[in-house]
Every structure is written in structure tokens, then in C-alpha cells.
């Protein structure tokens, strides 16, 4: 596969990761389009906006799947190569249309993408059931579109025990919610308030805010003058990080626990430590755990990229598991075109760094864990699955 990452151009082209063919010597690589020996798997991530933090590690870890699944013979006997689209909101002009165009001319055989569920739900419909689309990251659930496989957490599992074991360890009981404005944070946020109100708990103050919106100095000013002891934050990427360190510069880190579902490693560095106090996250994977599972991930992922390598999260591994899922599918399931439509084993075993398996849309079998922000890095404080 290689050490290096592919220079992003934008979503107005997909950009291959070119590898030989089983059948080819070494020599011969062929244009995408002929490349009919080849498995492409499109990977769909945002390489630009507020999500584009996360496409380093979504590459990186993608390439490691690849690369032992290629050890083994590849994807029916093909050699899996990755097409690489930028899948950012902010991108979707053309995006939604270059999708299409690649499914249609075969340039893509599957599509496993760590996006917004704002695209997902646009993109389910482009799709139409053509090809197997694994979506990896958490979402809100409630997917059922023919051919979709969403395997990441969902609100009933990831978040109800967080609050839960907040509300609990920290005798907090206002809440405040605050999120990006599209469907994930709006739909985790109305399980929220149910949970809230479950736990004896109140909401002082909900509020969304626009992608990109900048620094939210009036919203930090009236979270400072509630009641609120608790926040939930549901804001993604680089909104998470200027919102993060308005609040710790603001001092606000000193009386109100956050909580979130969606900061991982490379949000917290970027946050700072100094702005991370009394931080928690809830998630099925950090990098930190020390698993059979995560220990053997972390060596092949190093070993591949080495140790400069970008830092692991749960969002960056989801796309390694995202491209075992799709293996693991298409050895269990007729070799037709259809056939992933039809036939899914139940339950779904699959490579996975955090020992993973999937019975449907809305039930996996997944650890969860709350980890508290410390320094530069996440402690894990307990496992709340």
C-alpha cells in the first residue's frame, strides 16, 4: 500500500489509491476504468470543512484493512483498491452526481463512508441499493435503506449511560445541549431530554449552531449566566474545537461537566489541554485500550505508517472495520450483484480493533466506554456498555 497519503484536490474527482492487479505483473497498472481485476471501494469522508479533520486518520486506517485483506487474496479473488471522494457537507454541489457517475460506469464496486448523516441520507438515494454501502461512524439510527450497513453506535447504547454514570459520579442535574444544526445532534438530542427527564434531571438550554459559525461568544456568555451543571456537546470536527476553547478560556470548564459522543483524539489535541477539564467522551473505541483486539490494530497500523502516523480514534478505525465489514459480507453472501441484498448472515462476524458484531442496523454488540480527557489523551474512567 505504501506510507504516503494522497494529496487532497477536493471532491470534484475521485482520487485512486493505484495498486497491480493479482493477475498483472507489478509493472502493469491499468486506468481505473479498465482496472476490471481490481475491487475499488469508494471511500467517502470529508477531506474539508468542519469534518475534514478526520480524513488523515480514516485513510490511514483504511489502508491497514486493505493492506491484510489483500494479504489474503483480496475481495473475490480481486485486489481491493480505494477511491478516495472528499464527502464533506460543504462539498455536496457535484458530489452527490460524481457518486452516481461512478457506480454507473463500474468505477466503484462498494462504497464504505465516515460522513454526516446529513449526507448519508442524500447519498442512500443516489445509491438505490446498486452497491454495498457500509456506514462506519455513531449516527442517530433508525436506518433501513436496501444495501445500507451502518455499523457504528447509536444514542440508545452510547449515550444513555453516559449521562446516566455523569449524572450519577457528579451529583449534576441541569443540562444544557448544544450542536451542530442537522439530524445526528437534533435526533441525539431529543433522546437526550428523554434520559434527562428519566434521571430526575432538567434542561436549562438547547441551541444549534450553523457549520463554521466561528467563535459563539454570545452563547458561551449565556451558558455562563444559567444554572447549567452539565453540557452535552454535539458540535463536530473544528466547530467542537474553537467552541471547546472559547469555553475553557471563558472558565467555564471550572462548574460545568461536558459531555460528548463525538470528540475523539484528534479534536482533544487540537482543543488543547489547558481548555479540557472535567471533558468526558463516550465511545466504543480509544486508542488507549489495551485489548488483544486494539494491541494487534495499533501494531499493524504503525507498522504500516509508522509512529508519525495520525492519531488513532474511534472515527478513523471505524473505517478500518468499515472495509473488514465489507469483506466479511460479500464471503457471506451469494457473489451476484444482488446478493448482499439478500442474504446477511446474522449475526455478522468481522475484523474489528474493538471486537465488534453485527446482528442489524440498530443492534450491534459493542463495548462502550466513558473516558475522561487527560492532558493530551483520553482515560478511559469505565466501561458502560
Known amino acids: 500500500m505504501g506510507h504516503m497519503f494522497p494529496k487532497f484536490e477536493g471532491g470534484d474527482k475521485p482520487i485512486p489509491f493505484k495498486l497491480p492487479c493479482f493477475n498483472k505483473s507489478?509493472?502493469?497498472?491499468?486506468?481505473i476504468s479498465r482496472q476490471d481485476c481490481t475491487y475499488r471501494i469508494g471511500l467517502f469522508i470529508p477531506l474539508s470543512g468542519a469534518a475534514g479533520i478526520w480524513g488523515p486518520s480514516c485513510i490511514a486506517s483504511a489502508q491497514v484493512a486493505v493492506a491484510e485483506i489483500n494479504a489474503l487474496f483480496g475481495i473475490n479473488d480481486q485486489e481491493v483498491e480505494l477511491v478516495l471522494v472528499d464527502a464533506a457537507m460543504e462539498n455536496e454541489s457535484d458530489f452527490y452526481q460524481l457518486a452516481h457517475d461512478l457506480i454507473e460506469r463500474k468505477e466503484i464496486h462498494a462504497i464504505v463512508g465516515m460522513h454526516l448523516s446529513a449526507v448519508r441520507q442524500k447519498l442512500v438515494k443516489v445509491v438505490a441499493g446498486r452497491i454495498p454501502y457500509i456506514y462506519t461512524p455513531l449516527y442517530e439510527g433508525g436506518e433501513r435503506s436496501p444495501g445500507v450497513?451502518?455499523?457504528?453506535?447509536?444514542p440508545e447504547a452510547?449515550?444513555?449511560?453516559?449521562?446516566?454514570?455523569?449524572s450519577h459520579r457528579h451529583k449534576v442535574r441541569n443540562w444544557a445541549l448544544i450542536g451542530n444544526d442537522y439530524v445526528w445532534p437534533r435526533a441525539s438530542h431529543a433522546y437526550a431530554r428523554r434520559y434527562i427527564k428519566e434521571l430526575g434531571g432538567q434542561l436549562t438550554m438547547e441551541r444549534y449552531l450553523p457549520f463554521d459559525a466561528g467563535v459563539p461568544h454570545r452563547l458561551i456568555e449565556e451558558l455562563g449566566r444559567s444554572n447549567t451543571d452539565a453540557l452535552l456537546v454535539?458540535?463536530?470536527?473544528?466547530?467542537?474545537?474553537?467552541?471547546?476553547r472559547a469555553f475553557g478560556k471563558a472558565g467555564l470548564d471550572r462548574k460545568i461537566i461536558r459531555l460528548s459522543c463525538v470528540i475523539e483524539e484528534n479534536t482533544l489535541l487540537a482543543i488543547g489541554s489547558k481548555n479540557l477539564k472535567r471533558l468526558y467522551t463516550s465511545a466504543s473505541y480509544f486508542s488507549v485500550l489495551?485489548?488483544?483486539?486494539?494491541?494487534?490494530?495499533?501494531?499493524?497500523y504503525h507498522g504500516l505508517h509508522g509512529m508519525n502516523a495520525p492519531l488513532l480514534n474511534s472515527l478513523g478505525q471505524s473505517l478500518y472495520e468499515g472495509v473488514h465489514f465489507l469483506s466479511s459480507l460479500l464471503e457471506n453472501t451469494s457473489t451476484d450483484s444482488s446478493g448482499f441484498l439478500n442474504a446477511v448472515p446474522k449475526p455478522l462476524n468481522y475484523r474489528s480493533a474493538r471486537g465488534a458484531t453485527f446482528l442489524n442496523n440498530g443492534q450491534k454488540k459493542l463495548p462502550i466506554y466513558l473516558a475522561r480527557a487527560d492532558g493530551h489523551a483520553f482515560s478511559v474512567v469505565e466501561n458502560i456498555s
Request: hydrophobic share 40%.
Open 26 to 31: 507489478n509493472d502493469d497498472l491499468l486506468d
Open 149 to 154: 450497513f451502518a455499523i457504528g453506535e447509536t
Open 158 to 166: 452510547q449515550l444513555y449511560p453516559a449521562l446516566q454514570s455523569i
Open 234 to 244: 454535539s458540535l463536530i470536527g473544528q466547530d467542537a474545537v474553537v467552541f471547546n
Open 290 to 300: 489495551s485489548t488483544p483486539e486494539n494491541n494487534a490494530f495499533k501494531e499493524k
